[in-house]
């Protein structure tokens, strides 16, 4: 009982801190979204555009598929 309480909280507190990396993300996103319509030298708005892109798929995509994993990992651990 006291494994599966830890279990838990451990799951549900991981999953909240992924939610709140995503809702980070998704509001940066929106601002690059709204500097892109704006009137910026080209190369600005490209190494933005550029830089965006690579921050998510190194950082948040990497966060997720890790996170998942260890948490996988530590939920089996307690598994009988």
Do not use: W
């Not at 709204?34 to 600005?44: M, W």
Request: charge should be negative.
């Amino acid at each position: 009982m006291i494994i599966s309480l830890h279990v838990n909280y451990f799951s549900a507190g991981v999953k909240n801190c992924l939610a709140l990396v995503d809702s980070s993300f998704n509001e940066l996103l929106e601002i690059k979204d709204e500097l892109l319509q704006h009137d910026l030298p080209p190369s600005l708005l490209m190494a933005l555009t550029l830089s965006m892109g690579k921050m998510f798929r190194r950082s948040v995509l990497g966060i997720f598929a890790i996170t998942t994993k260890l948490l996988a990992l530590y939920c089996f651990q307690f598994v009988d």
